[in-house]
């Protein structure tokens, strides 16, 4: 297995950005095979590093493939687009960045031209850490007709109802606009749950979050929101706390939870 840098141009953000790929360990062997597609995201004041740095990633794959716990995917870690202390991966209220199109039509395509991926929603999930879980929730509940599966480990799990007076005063209501105004909702994970929970192709979502995580609130509270609506899924909690032994520890929770969401049969 190996991680490779890939450069690409990014329209959305009008700069050049770096990712980091994962291949597994057949890639080279064949010009046929496709592969599924794990999108990493990282947490605030974060890079395309961080995962492989700090979070012993590419060691959990490699142990996970090679046991057959994951089939073997093509994993892309990303930036979220670089803005300040971190940009949630949506499109900001005040016009700062576009960080959801930059995922949605500079990354995955260029990842889908220059690697051989399985370019389907069934095949192609999205998985974070804290600012990272907000956006993979955010992303997928946004778009199903682009990843069919989401994964939040310690995620900022937010809703303009728990948003506290701090974050009234904050960078967040650049990104969110006024609490009480429409644009919120669009980036709000409740109201996005409500609006797919009865859709055919709603994303498979597993979140798990540690007893001591200053976020664990915001995570049992999802959990109750979803059992309410009837939205199926699968919330996990464990000892631990927001720090990279415990994002690093429970990856494969996630990774496994995608496995499970792929399809029996690769196409």
Known sequence: M????????????????VCHVYLPA????????????IYLLHGLNGDETSWIVKGNAEATLDDMISSGALRESIVVMISDGGYGHGTFYVNWYDGSGRFEDYVLYDVIP?????????????????????MGGYGAFVLALR??????????ISGA???????????????????????????????????????????????????????????????SAYKALLDQLGYEHEYMEFEGDHNWDYFGGHLPEALS???????????
Do not use: W
């Open 157 to 219: 799990l937010m809703s303009a109802n728990l948003m506290t007076e701090q974050m009234l005063r904050s960078e967040v209501v650049r990104m969110t606009g006024p609490v009480h105004g429409s644009y919120v909702k669009e980036l709000d994970l409740h109201v996005l749950a409500s609006r797919r929970v009865r859709e055919k192709n709603r994303p498979a979502l597993h979140f798990n979050c540690g007893f001591s995580d200053y976020l664990y609130p915001l995570n």
């Open 26 to 37: 057949s890639y080279e062997q064949s010009e046929e095979t496709r592969y599924p597609v």
């Open 2 to 17: 190996s991680v490779k840098p890939f450069s690409f141009f990014s329209g959305a953000l009008y700069s050049r950005k």
């Open 110 to 130: 260029a990842i889908d031209r220059e690697f051989r991926t399985i370019a389907d929603r069934t095949q192609r999930a999205v998985c974070g850490l804290s």
């Open 257 to 267: 939870f995608i496995e499970r969401s792929f399809p029996s049969t690769q196409t």
């Open 143 to 152: 778009n199903p007709d682009v990843f069919g599966a989401a994964a939040s």
